[in-house]
């Protein structure tokens, strides 16, 4: 069970590489060594690791720079650091930059393999959500690309989305929600026939329902996905209406939450601005007015006037011909 289990351990004392490789065996774990950043750099290109256990004051490379490679690398792997008592602090400031846990030396033989069993088990099933995360993205990027009407619609709503929340000045987590939501919203579309969708004409009512089915069909691609949970509320709302009157649930106002009103103004301004089968793109102004038109109705008034300014001062020409 535990011998497709990789585990990398980075220490420059010979004495800790040796008690942990020595544990970590004998529970079946693959364990590789390394005294440096130098000599384990080498390792982390070459090997996929489930696990990396370094020590926090690796001479040769800063604690962030450390985690930030081990991600880039081994994007599924569980970064553990290790310290003494008297850099404890560092190892928990290290969470900071990407690790996920840390522990403290000397350690407890008994409590280690415990404790390892837990990261692994975890490390496991983080990894397989998000492997299947990134299989849903490939496939929302390659519903957009199957016609050129809608080629990089939602990589475009994502960059849209992404410059409002930077001009709120969000925080990192709901940029890294933005951006996810953003990729994925319309991935509901999927389950909407194409008859439909690319449509040249007006849709009749039953077809718009229809395509209005969406936000809840993405919901239930998405659910099973652990990694998605905080997500899902964005893509699920991003038809909501700032006056009540949007679906799926029409929420009003703030009962909406936030990334999907940024994301529903993203969304209509993107889609105004691109050719469609059934009509050609609107020039920047119309588009403009619309958003502005539908303050406190479709659109979150703050949200407009903060995209607005941010297409000013992009040199976006906003002005009415």
Same mark, same amino acid.
């Given at each position: 069970?535990?011998?497709?289990?990789?585990?990398?351990?980075?220490?420059?004392?010979?004495?800790?590489?040796?008690?942990?490789?020595?544990?970590?065996?004998?529970?079946?774990?693959?364990?590789?060594?390394?005294?440096?950043?130098?000599?384990?750099?080498?390792?982390?290109?070459?090997?996929?690791?489930?696990?990396?256990?370094?020590?926090?004051?690796?001479?040769?490379?800063?604690?962030?720079?450390?985690?930030?490679?081990?991600?880039?690398?081994?994007?599924?792997?569980?970064?553990?650091?290790?310290?003494?008592?008297?850099?404890?602090?560092?190892?928990?400031?290290?969470?900071?930059?990407?690790?996920?846990?840390?522990?403290?030396?000397?350690?407890?033989?008994?409590?280690?393999?415990?404790?390892?069993?837990?990261?692994?088990?975890?490390?496991?099933?983080?990894?397989?959500?998000?492997?299947?995360?990134?299989?849903?993205?490939?496939?929302?990027?390659?519903?957009?690309?199957?016609?050129?009407?809608?080629?990089?619609?939602?990589?475009?709503?994502?960059?849209?989305?992404?410059?409002?929340?930077?001009?709120?000045?969000?925080?990192?987590?709901?940029?890294?929600?933005?951006?996810?939501?953003?990729?994925?919203?319309?991935?509901?579309?999927?389950?909407?026939?194409?008859?439909?969708?690319?449509?040249?004409?007006?849709?009749?009512?039953?077809?718009?329902?229809?395509?209005?089915?969406?936000?809840?069909?993405?919901?239930?691609?998405?659910?099973?996905?652990?990694?998605?949970?905080?997500?899902?509320?964005?893509?699920? *709302? *991003? *038809?909501?209406?700032?006056?009540?009157?949007?679906?799926?649930?029409?929420?009003?106002?703030?009962?909406?939450?936030?990334?999907?009103?940024?994301?529903?103004?993203?969304?209509?301004?993107?889609?105004?601005?691109?050719?469609?089968?059934?009509?050609?793109?609107?020039?920047?102004?119309?588009?403009?007015?619309?958003?502005?038109?539908?303050?406190?109705?479709?659109?979150?008034?703050?949200?407009?006037?903060?995209?607005?300014?941010?297409?000013?001062?992009?040199?976006?020409?906003?002005?009415?011909?």
């Amino acid at each position: 069970m535990n011998a497709d289990v990789y585990i990398l351990i980075i220490d420059g004392e010979a004495a800790v590489l040796n008690s942990f490789a020595d544990v970590f065996s004998k529970e079946g774990y693959q364990v590789l060594k390394a005294g440096s950043w130098q000599e384990a750099l080498p390792q982390i290109k070459a090997q996929k690791f489930n696990v990396v256990i370094a020590d926090v004051c690796l001479p040769d490379i800063s604690c962030r720079e450390m985690a930030e490679t081990i991600r880039e690398e081994n994007r599924y792997a569980f970064v553990i650091t290790t310290a003494g008592f008297s850099d404890i602090e560092l190892a928990r400031e290290s969470i900071q930059y990407g690790a996920h846990d840390y522990l403290s030396k000397p350690f407890d033989p008994v409590d280690i393999v415990v404790s390892m069993r837990k990261i692994v088990e975890k490390q496991r099933l983080q990894s397989d959500s998000k492997q299947l995360f990134d299989t849903i993205k490939v496939l929302a990027l390659a519903l957009d690309a199957r016609d050129h009407y809608t080629h990089g619609h939602s990589e475009q709503v994502t960059e849209y989305a992404l410059m409002i929340a930077g001009e709120m000045m969000l925080a990192k987590e709901e940029l890294d929600k933005i951006r996810d939501a953003g990729i994925l919203h319309d991935i509901g579309k999927i389950g909407i026939p194409d008859a439909i969708l690319l449509k040249p004409g007006r849709l009749t009512e039953e077809e718009y329902n229809e395509i209005k089915k969406h936000p809840e069909i993405g919901k239930k691609i998405l659910e099973p996905v652990d990694c998605l949970a905080d997500k899902i509320p964005l893509i699920y *709302h *991003h *038809h909501e209406r700032f006056d009540g009157k949007g679906y799926p649930c029409g929420l009003r106002g703030e009962e909406i939450p936030l990334g999907a009103r940024i994301l529903t103004v993203a969304d209509a301004y993107q889609a105004m601005t691109s050719d469609r089968p059934y009509r050609k793109a609107l020039p920047v102004y119309i588009a403009v007015e619309e958003l502005i038109i539908g303050k406190d109705k479709q659109f979150d008034a703050r949200i407009v006037d903060v995209f607005l300014r941010v297409l000013k001062r992009k040199g976006v020409d906003c002005a009415r011909r």
